[in-house]
């Protein structure tokens, strides 16, 4: 199952490639949600191979992942993929610059199953597509007006 969205920032390419790429951020921002991360890599920068697992607790149950950073392309795209017991997750973020203040996000995730139980789980998303599209759109937007305040507060 494919989501994709993209939100118009006035925001230059290179200061919005600066919130997309602060994994410390994420990090910190995931601890606060309790989200256990590991960082398994040992890269001293950022770039392809930064690995994470990740556990977190949906529905009731202990969920892990493991989350690798395959693509690292300043100031244009991130590409990630992860894999659980049941799921393939490959997304990304891709960076257009539409003028010198205004850069376009594109956001992307797939949603694919490894097993029988979780292709039955994608089906019955599918019937909630329109609702969990909404809730995407809505938390990229939200995180595109955050980097738009974030980058006017340091501007002013």
Do not use: C, H
Not at 84 to 113: N, Y
């Amino acid at each position: 199952m494919k989501f994709s969205t993209r939100e118009d920032i006035e925001v230059p390419q290179d200061a919005v490639f600066s919130a997309v790429s602060d994994f410390a951020g994420f990090e910190r921002v995931a601890l606060r949600n309790k989200v256990e991360l590991t960082r398994l890599d040992d890269l001293a920068a950022a770039g392809p191979g930064m690995t994470w697992r990740i556990r977190f607790n949906w529905r009731g149950k202990k969920r892990s992942l493991e989350a690798v950073l395959r693509e690292y392309d300043p100031p244009r795209a991130v590409r990630f993929t992860a894999e659980s017991a049941g799921f393939r997750f490959e997304g990304g973020v891709t960076l257009v610059a539409l003028s010198r203040k205004r850069t376009r996000l594109a956001v992307e995730l797939d949603v694919r199953p490894k097993t029988m139980a979780t292709r039955l789980m994608i089906q019955s998303m599918k019937l909630a597509k329109g609702s969990l599209s909404s809730r995407y759109e809505a938390r990229v937007r939200a995180f595109a007006q955050r980097i738009e305040e974030d980058y006017r507060s340091t501007v002013a």
